[in-house]
């Protein structure tokens, strides 16, 4: 029991204990001879006035009551002394696995109410198969006296068993081999009453799993800074739980921790000057604070996956060694219908099978290699890391990825390739689940059918008029020439024209003079 401020269990503090088993003898035998010579007499007689708060036929909730029942059935003073004994009694019961207290919060009262849930003691096989349980019992009472308290537990080993175990086969009928259940009628008002009766599925609703990912006050305020401004203002979610409640949605939003949502209620302007939480500035922060965080684990992830490299480059000459000495590594092989075709810069380097089957088994940086006649460039092969170590896309497919880029560069389609577009890419391939060679050959065909369609399109539209009833440009005549519109001047034709030209010369010279 975790009680750092003794003033929040006392005497006066209600309690309930509830339960969903009883206690035969082996369990009775179990607490007295297993678990007493672990956690004390007391501890087992704490354990059993609580049992004793309901009726043993009965299961569910006791009634609340004052702890001060428990002080003075206990014969303890309800003093400082008295709780710090009664709390470390109940830390062993919970310790050994007997019970799990829990503390419920009452806003209307300012007051804790304490709930202790009882565990049913294991049985002799799971309680000596559990190793921490039976080491401890040994350090207690000794290795002999363990192993003659396990074998009194067992009637076998002190008698023989009658037939040996290989030969017996079970016989039992099953359950639909005798009853025959009605089951095309649903009686609802029975199953809603059973649900309204059970307690367990009182205890085991949607609640618990809202409450393992929610923070509540005593988590937030116990590390929120006592200096702080806004200290005052993170007081009042103790009673706000409309307040506390707009805290863990953000937290569940974006995967803080409790320490980031201190830091986070700590800043400037999240509060109002009336103590209301503002919505809008929270989720501006914490979404700051949720990509610092993911880049920071993208960056950790990155240089974790340079150091095994370069690890694995270290040990790549006993690796070869043992490859060459064993059988050679296993090359997958591409379908034909799958081939994608050959690079204008490779064509003269290897046929169309021997790309594929580059695309298919070699790794990226090794195929960057092959597309640069020098050294890969830091910001390609930034670009492509990323992809590989926070995106996990397979390798084939990021070869794929390389191909298309350096096609689209060729074709002209992109003038360079930068991180942006390769990222945009890289995740549609991940929404898309493109996770092998063949879903990624087939998504960049279809993307060349897209970027076909939308250039059609764009033609289509340049050719389109717009504009209705305006008149059309006048078609200006062109002198064509003769000679290529019929057949070749003969020569009666051509004296002809140089007769009719000495004639003209010969008027206009008339016409001067």
Known sequence: MRMKN???YTEHHRYCVYREFGLSALDDRMLTGAYQPMVGAFAVG??????????????????????????????LEPSEKGRKYLVEQASKLEAVGLLQTSRLYIPENDDYIYEYELQPPLSPA????????????????????????????SAVENGDAPYPAANKENISVPFYDIF???????DYELEQALSEVSTTAQRTGTNDAAEENSLNYADIILRFPRESVNRRHVEQLRFDHEQLGIVNYVVNKFNL?????????????????????I???????ASMQFRQTKKRHEQQTVQAAKVVALRQHMEEPERKEKEDSGEPPLEHGVQMEYYVEVPPQFMTKCDIHQYNMMLRNEPYTRLLQTFFPGAVPDNLIDIFEKIDLSYKLPGEVINVLIHYLMALLVSGGEQRINRNFVEAIASNMLLKQVNSYE?????????????????????GTRTRTYGKGTKAKPEIPIVQDISTDGD??????????????????????????
């Not at 409790?258 to 209301?276: N, Y």
């Open 126 to 153: 799971e309680f000596f198969r559990t190793q921490h349980l039976t080491l401890l019992l040994r350090d207690k009472i000794g290795k002999f006296a363990v192993l003659s308290l396990r074998s009194g537990f």
């Open 279 to 285: 919505l809008d500035d929270l989720q501006h922060k």
């Open 439 to 459: 879903k990624a050959v087939q998504y960049i065909r279809d993307q060349a059918k897209v970027k076909g369609k939308q250039a059609a399109g764009a033609a």
């Open 257 to 277: 921790s409790v320490q980031d949502v201190c830091r986070l209620l700590d800043e400037d302007d999240i509060f109002s000057p009336q103590g209301q939480l």
């Open 6 to 8: 003794l003033h929040h």
């Open 46 to 75: 704490l354990y059993r006035l609580l049992f004793q708060h309901l009726p043993g036929e009965q299961v569910g909730y006791s009634p609340l009551e004052q702890q001060r029942r428990l002080f003075m059935t206990l014969g």
């Open 180 to 186: 025959e259940l009605n089951t095309h009628v649903i």
């Open 488 to 513: 070749a001047v003969s020569e009666e034709e051509f004296e002809e024209m140089m007769r009719f030209a000495q004639q003209m010369q010969a008027s206009k010279q008339k016409g001067t003079s």
